[in-house]
């Protein structure tokens, strides 16, 4: 399993990465593979300011809808628009090309609450 350690985790299975106040967000190489083929990522918050652990949207897999959780408060300024065309690239590239979302970060207090991808692979049982 692909766990990048340069990236922050969190327990709803977000990965996290950022760059000064804005954060870019993705689900995991783990999560992706537990929900299988994935169909449609629908996320409707674009623009919005949002609060840590608020949905931001959903992914679709061929067995199951799933919601996807905000890592960090912030306003959503930035959808993957190339998912709308191949939302199985969350399932081939998810920290890359299956990235969802970009945040800028309104309370940056928040980072230190993320997991190291050590302490995301004891979550998991990795």
Known sequence: M??????????????????????????????????????????????????????????????????????????IIAFNEGLEEEPEKVNTDPYGEGWMIKIKISDASQIEELLSADAYKELIGA
């Open 2 to 75: 692909n766990l990048p350690s340069e990236l922050k985790y969190t327990k709803d299975h977000e990965w996290v990465t950022i760059e000064d106040d804005v954060a870019t967000v993705g689900i995991t190489d783990f999560a992706q593979g537990e929900l299988g083929d994935i169909v449609y990522v629908e996320v409707e918050t674009l623009d919005e300011t949002l609060d840590k652990d608020e949905v931001f949207g959903t992914v679709e897999a061929v067995k199951t809808v799933s919601d996807l959780f905000l890592p960090l408060s912030g306003e």
